[in-house]
């Protein structure tokens, strides 16, 4: 399993800016954000597939979030614009298989065999 470490969680006001950064020990794997707010259960956010040529989104966050990835340096980047109080959450880094977005069943957490510890994001209103 790949060991994945996320950073630049935080507090932020609503309609503000965070990017969250994802290092990754290595490997070749399609990599994805989840996110779980207190008393809910994790939920899909964004995935980009091995090459960063392709990205799928929740429509929650469409046209405000961005994955993007830089596999010289193994990272993998959640870039949240025009934040809501209500994408306050855990932020989870997973990575999964290399094909994982030639599939259906990218949003489903157990398609991801590595995750990260997480980083909490709070947004203030």
């Known amino acids: 399993q790949v060991q994945l470490v996320e950073s630049g969680g935080g507090l932020v006001q609503a309609g503000g800016s965070m990017r969250l950064s994802c290092a990754a020990s290595?490997?070749?794997?399609?990599m994805g954000w989840f996110r779980q707010a207190p008393g809910k259960e994790r939920e899909f956010a964004a995935v980009?597939?091995?090459?960063?040529?392709?990205?799928a989104y929740a429509d929650s966050v469409k046209g405000r979030f961005t994955i993007s990835r830089d596999n010289a340096k193994n990272t993998v980047y959640l870039q949240m614009n025009s934040l809501k109080p209500e994408d306050t959450a855990v932020y989870y880094c997973?990575?999964?298989?290399?094909?994982?977005?030639?599939?259906?069943?990218?949003?489903?957490?157990?398609?991801?065999?590595?995750w990260g510890q997480g980083t909490q994001v709070t947004v203030s209103s």
């Open positions: 997973s990575a999964g298989p290399r094909a994982l977005l030639r599939g259906q069943w990218y949003y489903r957490s157990n398609e991801y065999d590595s």
């Open positions: 290595g490997g070749t794997f399609s």
């Open positions: 980009i597939s091995w090459s960063g040529g392709s990205t």
